[in-house]
């Protein structure tokens, strides 16, 4: 099993931003594409954005702006950071390592999935 991890949820007002850290291994990053997704309560998990392993980055359809990534290949950890946070946000964020050939975050093309990290926006 791949070791993979999402670190940085938190409680957060509307209108704030967050960083989130996936902590994975070198051989992910140089092997696999990252992605970032999230999962609301009562919805389907979906995709936001994947970071192939040259450090390229594709979105999901529907995405805003908001949210963009980067990546510390010195700290193997890839990061997810979201702006203007609104209520709608709120959901379990998760990381997760797919084929390398992946440039689209589609949840079933991806196989190590870390824990999950919850975020609420919330006054």
């Known amino acids: 099993q791949l070791h993979i991890g999402e670190s940085g949820g938190g409680l957060v007002q509307p209108g704030g931003s967050l960083r989130l850290s996936c902590a994975t291994t070198?051989?992910?990053?140089?092997?696999?594409?990252i992605g970032w997704f999230r999962q609301a309560p009562g919805k389907a998990r979906e995709g936001i954005l994947c970071?192939?392993?040259?450090?390229?980055?594709y979105y999901g359809d529907s995405i805003e702006g908001r949210f963009t990534a980067s990546r510390d290949i010195a700290k193997n950890t890839v990061y997810l950071q979201i702006q203007s946070l609104k209520p709608e946000d709120t959901a379990v964020y998760y990381c997760?390592?797919?084929?390398?050939?992946?440039?689209?975050?589609?949840?079933?093309?991806?196989?190590?999935w870390g824990q999950g990290t919850q975020v609420t926006v919330s006054s």
């Open positions: 997760a390592a797919g084929d390398s050939r992946s440039y689209y975050p589609d949840v079933d093309e991806y196989v190590h």
């Open positions: 070198r051989f992910a990053l140089d092997h696999y594409t």
């Open positions: 970071m192939s392993n040259d450090g390229r980055v």
